[in-house]
């Protein structure tokens, strides 16, 4: 999926937030943010986001004093995640189709987008959460289901920090598979690594690795050998959020994508509309268009 003008804003709104929790001035923060404006002169409109993302994000921790700006922010969704995830998985259990409910609340999670909008405080997850067993999924949930329910391995590309502790929950429903759980190789905007998957405890059901990427997104060519390996194995690819969206539309094997629609450019490329709740299959050697006609 190319990026559009319409992205430009983002990234610079990006970046303003990241400059705001590392910069130690106004005068810092100005001298960075001319450099952020310089860069984005040059960006290349043929690339995916994700992709023009990491070049920004690379330049820009590249200047400051952490390369996690991010990391408390993170920290802060995790622990409010954290403190949802009990009530929400016993409502899981006690649900006539826990599966379904578990993909809901999956999705849910998936407002936890620092990359989409900033400050995502506690009452914004919790609105969320109050009509998310009602949200309906614009997707083939039984084809997904099916998929799931007879692959032998699972590759789980995740998201956000606290985002994937509603992962989680939906992976607990995958009883029959090996599931990877494959997160970010280096911390970029909120994206979750390492730390967040065993923060959440995800190392107790799934095989975790990382992707060998500081992208926002899946960009294959940038990605390890290994994590290359397990996703062309995997019988069954789940790629959550956004930006997976806009960096695996176009690859030509299997793929479900789990995300909300949160901005004008994914709302236009995928067809759904602003806050739809989005379970898009792309089969092998279909295009994401031919996968929603």
Request: glycine content about 6%.
């Given at each position: 999926m190319k990026m559009s003008l319409d992205c430009i804003p983002c990234f610079v709104r990006q970046a303003?937030?990241?400059?705001?929790?590392?910069?130690?001035?106004?005068?810092?923060?100005?001298?960075?943010?001319?450099?952020?404006?310089?860069?984005?002169?040059?960006?290349?409109?043929?690339?995916?986001?994700?992709?023009?993302?990491?070049?920004i994000h690379r330049r820009l921790r590249e200047l400051l004093?952490?390369?996690?700006?991010?990391?408390?922010?993170?920290?802060?969704?995790?622990?409010?995640?954290?403190?949802?995830?009990?009530?929400?998985?016993?409502?899981?259990?006690?649900?006539?189709?826990?599966?379904?409910?578990?993909?809901?609340?999956?999705?849910?999670?998936?407002?936890?987008?620092?990359?989409?909008?900033?400050?995502?405080?506690?009452?914004?997850?919790?609105?969320?959460?109050?009509n998310a067993?009602?949200?309906?999924?614009?997707?083939?949930?039984?084809?997904?289901?099916?998929?799931?329910?007879?692959?032998e391995t699972i590759l789980y590309l995740t998201d956000n920090a606290g985002e994937i502790f509603?992962?989680?929950?939906?992976?607990?429903?995958?009883?029959?598979?090996?599931?990877?759980?494959?997160?970010?190789?280096?911390?970029?905007?909120?994206?979750?690594?390492?730390?967040?998957?065993?923060?959440?405890?995800?190392?107790?059901?799934?095989?975790?690795?990382?992707?060998?990427s500081d992208a926002p997104g899946t960009i294959l060519d940038d990605c390890s050998s290994e994590f290359r390996r397990i996703f062309n194995e995997a019988d069954v690819v789940i790629a959550k959020g956004q930006g997976n969206f806009e960096s695996l539309s176009d690859e030509p094997r299997e793929i479900f994508f789990l995300y909300k629609t949160k901005c004008p450019v994914i709302s236009r490329h995928s067809g759904f509309c602003m806050g739809t709740y989005v379970l898009a299959h792309r089969s092998h050697g279909q295009s994401m268009l031919e996968a929603r006609s």
């Open positions: 303003m937030d990241a400059v705001k929790m590392s910069a130690s001035s106004d005068e810092v923060r100005q001298n960075l943010m001319h450099n952020v404006l310089q860069w984005l002169a040059d960006v290349d409109l043929n690339q995916t986001p994700p992709a023009a993302s990491q070049i004093s952490t390369d996690d700006p991010y990391r408390s922010s993170k920290s802060m969704h995790n622990e409010m995640a954290a403190a949802l995830v009990p009530a929400i998985r016993k409502y899981i259990e006690l649900s006539s189709d826990p599966f379904l409910m578990a993909v809901r609340y999956a999705i849910t999670g998936n407002i936890i987008d620092l990359g989409a909008k900033n400050k995502i405080g506690y009452g914004d997850i919790y609105e969320d959460l109050q067993s009602i949200q309906p999924i614009f997707g083939d949930i039984e084809a997904f289901r099916k998929a799931v329910l007879n692959a509603f992962d989680g929950l939906l992976i607990e429903q995958m009883k029959n598979a090996r599931v990877t759980l494959a997160v970010r190789g280096a911390p970029v905007i909120n994206d979750a690594t390492r730390s967040d998957a065993q923060a959440a405890g995800l190392d107790q059901i799934a095989a975790i690795i990382d992707n060998g």
